[in-house]
Nanobody, 126 residues
């Protein structure tokens, strides 16, 4: 059973930085796409950044130039470096994984992903 455990959330002032991590275990395939999604109260879950199984990445327009997604394959860990945080970034952040190659069109679509973590809260104050 694939398990994803997020860490690194917290409270920060606008302009600050946070680094989220997602530790994965139980992988049975060598090919996975992984991504970060977020959901604010009364809003739909949205894709933030993701890495496909071939290493290609995709970012939501709202975070381009501020967030960076990366992974450490040896540690089965996905990271999200978040800089220049804004109050609008406040949300519960979720890590997701799927044993597939998503392709550009599906990489940030939350319905594509089979496995999900429990989430970590990020709060940005102005």
């Amino acid at each position: 059973q694939v398990q994803l455990v997020e860490s690194g959330g917290g409270s920060v002032q606008a302009g600050g930085s946070l680094r989220l991590a997602c530790a994965a275990s139980g992988y049975t395939s060598s090919r996975y796409c992984m991504g970060w999604f977020r959901q604010a109260p009364e809003k739909e879950r949205e894709g933030v950044a993701a890495i496909d199984s071939d290493g290609s990445t995709r970012y939501a327009d709202s975070v381009k130039g501020r967030f960076t997604v990366s992974q450490d394959n040896a540690k089965n860990t996905l990271y999200l470096q978040m800089n220049s945080l804004e109050p609008e970034d406040t949300a519960m952040y979720y890590c997701a994984a799927d044993p597939s190659t998503a392709g550009w069109w599906l990489l940030l679509r939350h319905s594509w992903y089979r496995y999900w973590g429990q989430g970590t809260q990020v709060t940005v104050s102005s």
